[in-house]
């Protein structure tokens, strides 16, 4: 079963206007916590913003905010004033499983290609 | 954030030949490295974590014997892909663990990527 799910395989936004960006995941773990990652086409994954999941505000990291509803599993992204450069793929990710197994415990979403328009 | 570099970013070789791709912290010690494999359109998928000083931990369908990792020290993973042929083509990115962080919150860095294209 998909830990993570991404329902927009892509999105369209125009410039300077908000957009949101799904993810719902799934763990029976109590204590997860919830990342984004940008990739830009030149392939680098850039670090956005991370939620744990006893976190009781929302993560905000300058235009990026974490949308998170802990009860339906979902840890949205949300990018203010969109700029051009905004332009990439997004990746949701979760880290479960407190323990050795850290890689096999940090899972990605399909990602959501977003397209900044002008 | 923490920086881990990787060279090559982009390597072109003929079928049959090996391939050896390294992946550095550049400011911060990693006992845990971990490699993925991209292919265009897809999400990462995790192929093995690369522990200093020991053997590296494949993931249920990668060869071991094709795909050779070695993490002979804190700050430094190579990957060398033995006898590459076309199917090998790929995005390879590298990760670092942070370990100054605590469970859950101890994210990821990543390289920027190797593309490999095996002619």
């Known amino acids: 079963a998909q830990k993570i799910t991404q329902t927009q395989p892509g999105m369209f936004v125009q410039e300077k206007e908000a957009v949101t960006l799904d993810c719902t995941y799934d763990t029976s773990d109590q204590s997860y916590g919830l990342f984004w990652y940008k990739q830009p086409s030149s392939g680098e994954m850039i670090f956005l913003i991370y939620?744990?999941?006893?976190?009781?505000q929302n993560a905000t990291e300058g235009r990026y905010s974490l949308n998170f509803q802990k009860a339906r599993k979902s840890a949205n992204l949300v990018i203010s004033a969109s700029q051009l450069g905004d332009s990439a793929m997004y990746f949701c990710?979760?880290?479960?499983?407190?323990?050795?197994?850290?890689?096999?415990?940090?899972?990605f979403g399909p990602g959501t290609r977003l397209s900044v328009l002008p | 954030g923490a920086v881990v570099s990787q060279h090559p970013s982009r390597v072109i070789c003929k079928s049959g030949t090996s391939v050896k791709i390294e992946c550095r912290s550049l400011?911060?010690?990693?006992?845990?490295m971990f490699w993925y494999r991209q292919f265009p359109k897809q999400s990462l998928m995790l192929m093995a974590t690369?522990?200093?000083?020991?053997?590296?931990?494949?993931e249920q369908g990668v060869e071991k014997d094709k795909f050779l990792i070695n993490h002979a020290s804190l700050t430094l993973s190579t990957l060398t892909v033995t006898s590459a042929h076309p199917e090998d083509s790929s995005f390879y990115i590298c990760?670092?663990?942070?370990?100054?962080?605590?469970?859950?919150?101890?994210?990821?860095?990543f390289g920027p990527g190797t593309r490999l294209t095996v002619l």
């Open positions: 990710a979760m880290r479960e499983g407190e323990g050795d197994n850290y890689g096999q415990n940090f899972v």
């Open positions: 939620q744990g999941s006893y976190d009781e």
């Open positions: 690369s522990n200093e000083g020991s053997k590296a931990t494949y």
């Open positions: 990760s670092a663990r942070d370990v100054g962080g605590t469970f859950p919150t101890d994210t990821q860095y």
């Open positions: 400011d911060f010690q990693a006992t845990t």
